[in-house]
């Protein structure tokens, strides 16, 4: 287990140095220049006026000791000031951050704690009539995409009950009912595709392991079928579903953006939308960052859970 643990630390490190090169490249590859848009179109700014703001900001620099001096302030914890508030990044992005954690959070929760049930369903049940039920249902979850079932969901709902707060945001701390109730439509929109992607890897994974021997020899043996499915056998179909919550937990970082736009949510997806458009290249750098670390993150955990479902992958 330990050299198991071992090699994973090792690609988590050299996995993590790519995803800070993309993250430095790729605001950069954008056309616009973060100057320009910051002075505005105006006639009256020179070319000596670009220059100065250029070399105060650090940009007249070339790529490679741009990068070298933002890794450097990186590994000290230093992600950089905003260039247009400047505001330290770490600040703008902490006000934000937990309006995105809460709602990938609880969209997460509701589709692994449905897709579960559902999947050993449409497997218990296979060709019947409700496993073509769901499995319909679950078709048209993975094609519907999340902001225009957003905007429905809105629209139902200031038609069949006005007063229900639709958009908008309300802290926790302040207010926790009021705060789950604006979360509780752009949760759902936000999980539904995953919910159902995840349904069907279920089925899959679920009809895989009934189809084994083992499977066959406890129901011989007139193990009750309702052990059989929870405890035999949905053990071994959660290597692949975990997987596939590990890939999914990006998807709902990046579906939360858009997510966020739909429900007027102040959360990191707002903030990142007005940096890109500003070029505000450390506060980008620093969101894009903070996204794909959290993924590569998440997939590490999902490696070492690997472990603890089948202590055989830690030999291999």
């Known amino acids: 287990m330990a050299r198991y643990l071992a090699v994973r630390l090792s690609d988590l490190v050299f996995v993590l140095f790519g995803v800070s090169v993309v993250a430095f490249l790729m605001i950069r590859l954008i056309p616009g220049d973060a100057v320009e848009i910051m002075l505005g179109a105006n006639a009256e700014v020179t070319d000596e006026q670009i220059a100065l703001v250029r070399q105060r900001l650090g940009l007249d620099r070339g790529l490679v000791e741009q990068y070298i001096s933002w890794l450097g302030d990186l590994l000290r914890g230093d992600l950089g000031t905003s260039l247009w508030t400047g505001v330290p990044v770490t600040q703008e992005i902490g006000a ?13 929760a509701l589709s692994v704690a449905l897709a579960i049930p559902a999947g050993c369903a449409m ?12 499995r319909i249902v679950t078709i048209a979850g993975v094609t519907v995409p999340n902001f225009w079932l957003g905007a429905l969901l809105i629209y139902l709902f200031f038609i069949l009950f006005p007063s229900f707060p639709s958009i908008g945001w309300v802290p926790f701390s302040e207010d926790p009912l009021g705060n789950l109730a604006r979360l509780m439509l752009p949760t759902i929109a936000l999980a539904v595709p995953v919910l159902a992607s995840l349904s069907r890897i279920a089925r899959s994974a679920m009809l895989d392991a009934l189809g084994q021997d083992y499977i066959r020899t406890a129901r011989a043996k007139g193990v009750p079928d309702t052990r059989v499915v929870f405890r035999h056998a949905l053990r071994n179909a959660l290597i692949p579903f975990v997987t596939a ?22 959360g ?30 998440i997939n590490f955990l999902i490696d070492l859970l690997y472990a603890a479902l089948d202590p055989r992958i830690s030999l291999k």
């Open 96 to 108: 934000r951050i937990w309006v995105t954690l809460e709602l990938s959070l609880l969209a997460m």
């Open 245 to 266: 919550v590990g890939i999914y937990a990006g998807y709902l970082f990046g579906g939360a953006i858009v997510v966020e736009q739909v429900f007027a949510l102040p």
């Open 123 to 134: 497997a218990y049940f296979r060709s019947s009539f409700a496993d073509y039920a769901i």
């Open 268 to 297: 990191l997806g707002r903030l990142m939308i007005g940096a890109i458009a500003e070029r505000n290249y450390p506060l980008v750098q620093a969101s894009i960052l903070l996204v794909t670390t959290a993924f590569v993150l």
